[in-house]
């Protein structure tokens, strides 16, 4: 089944109101200003429908979104042109990156890395988006926590329900991975439309997770909870990477 194509088209209907997308930028820009960061090239892998590079590109001098998703691409390039935000768009797979360029700031927002599902694709991310990163650059994503999948999404039903979009999301949790399953209703006129979504994450341990970056050659910066300056918890949710190249200038 694939994953984010009619959902592409509803996904900032349904996601804008739970995240603070300016917030957010305002965390990984003041980042950039710690770091010592040169406002040039910006990276945004998985980029989805551009909510995040809409809030950051303007910063940079240029911009480039990648994403699997053709759906989510035209969704973020029609987005983002419409409010003259110029950036190049990118299809590729964020585990066999190849952009032949190197970057000052690469973001990963939103659990993406949680869609990565084997060490080995984890480790060729970690190391392609090294090897894409500026000597004094930096490299920002979250994941979502072991606690979140195992205990709060795994196993469990969720719905949603207004006058144009119901969905039903059933969730299970087994040998790291949890299964998420969706179900659409969409209004189109006097009728719905249904359509289903599959989607898997892989919840990874901090110690994993950590052990991959470093044989990636990533040194962490900074590790929060969200993106707040605040440290993570046993019950954190999300956590925030901050990471430099091994090696790079340490400008903070």
């Not at 989805?48 to 910063?59: L, R």
């Not at 029609?78 to 935000?85: D, M, P, T």
């Not at 469990?156 to 999301?169: C, F, L």
Request: aromatic share 14%.
């Amino acid at each position: 089944m694939e994953c984010y194509k009619d959902f592409a088209k509803i996904y900032d209907q349904l996601i804008n109101s739970d995240i603070d997308y300016s917030a957010w930028a305002e965390f990984i820009l003041d980042k950039c200003r710690e770091e010592g960061v040169e406002f040039t090239d910006y990276l945004d892998l998985a980029c989805g429908t551009g909510n995040m590079a809409e809030q950051i590109c303007g910063s940079f001098k240029e911009s480039w979104l990648v994403d699997m998703s053709m759906d989510m691409l035209s969704e973020a390039e029609s987005k983002l042109r419409a409010k003259g935000v110029k950036a190049k768009f990118v299809c590729q797979d964020i585990t066999e990156l190849n952009l032949n360029k190197k970057f000052d700031l690469i973001t990963c927002c939103l659990d993406s890395t949680n869609y990565i599902l084997k060490d080995i694709s984890l480790l060729r991310y970690f190391a392609s988006v090294k090897d894409h990163l500026k000597e004094g650059g930096i490299f920002i994503f979250d994941i979502n926590t072991w606690y979140k999948l195992k205990e709060i999404l795994g196993n469990n039903v969720y719905n949603y329900d207004d006058e144009d979009v119901t969905y039903i999301w059933e969730n299970s949790f087994s040998n790291d991975i949890v299964d998420m399953y969706l179900t659409f209703f969409v209004k189109e006129g006097e009728l719905y439309r249904r359509f289903d979504e599959e989607h898997r994450e892989r919840a990874y341990t901090e110690e994993e997770i950590e052990d991959m970056l470093a044989r990636a050659g990533l040194r962490i910066a900074g590790k929060y909870d969200s993106y707040q300056p605040v440290e993570p918890d046993e019950e954190t949710e999300r956590i925030t990477y901050v990471l430099k190249p091994e090696g790079g200038n340490n400008n903070g």
